[in-house]
């Protein structure tokens, strides 16, 4: 009885991780490792060899860590400030932030490109200020704006969600034993929040590396990403092979940085014990 019950629940979850996630996955690894008459082959892989694929990706991770870092700078302190806040302001910075999540990530990427672009909101105040213009729109400074705009919520909650944890008690003990306030957060603060930055890290570099609808619109045909290579493969050529074989050299990337983050997430736990 409890076997069948058991079943009825886990089902739905079963299904679902099968239809969204091992099915997709398994025919990109086959796509990626066949070629048209379904032969094994290596050369789809191979193909993120020439010179362009390689640019595309070298600049993908240089923007993912770029914007990755920008994020965990702003959200650092933002986020020390929001736990030194009362509950009420607390809640409506953190909704500023929030709120914006619920608007479709399409809209908020083309406010930006109407906000860059050679004619746009902010080269009109430039204009209009006697200062000189900037022609910020289809560079890679546009799509680093645009990743940090686009994911850095996904920073700013894990490590608001890890200071808060922290007992007040835990770092008064520091002080009274004489840490001064840059100590006391070094050596308590910022290891007691680790885990939330690891978190925010992986939840903010997956994504900016394999975005392709943020360079479409703020890169436009003058910069490409290693997910508008991928997506061009698949979009525009429709060659399914190549496209998912680029796809799974993308995914070793993917998986070696999370694994690297669980590293030191496991790093971080047991400094956390140790406190």
Known sequence: MKTKRRFWMDGPYLIWTAAFIVIPLFTIVYYGLTDKTGAFTWSNIAQM???????????????????????????????????????????????IFII????????????????????????QILGFLHLPKQYLINTPYAIALGMIYDFLPFMLLP???SLEKIDSNVVNAAYDLGANKLQAFWKVIFPLTLPGVI??????????????????????????????VIEQQFTQVGDWNVGSGLSLVLMIFILISMAVMQHYDKDADDRVTAL
């Open 199 to 228: 978190s925010g890290i992986t939840m903010v570099f997956v994504p900016a590396l394999t975005t392709f609808v943020i360079s479409d619109f703020l890169g436009g045909s003058k910069v490409l990403l290693i997910g508008n």
């Open 100 to 123: 914006p999540m619920w608007m479709n990530s399409l809209l908020r990427i083309l406010a930006w490109q109407t906000l860059l672009e050679r004619n746009g909101v902010i080269n």
């Open 49 to 95: 060899g020439t010179p362009e694929r390689l640019k595309a990706l070298v600049l993908s991770l240089l923007l993912s860590l770029l914007a990755t870092f920008i994020c965990l700078i702003m959200a650092y302190p933002l986020a020390l400030i929001l736990t030194k806040m009362k509950i009420g302001a607390t809640g409506f910075i953190v909704s």
């Open 159 to 161: 490590i608001y969600n």
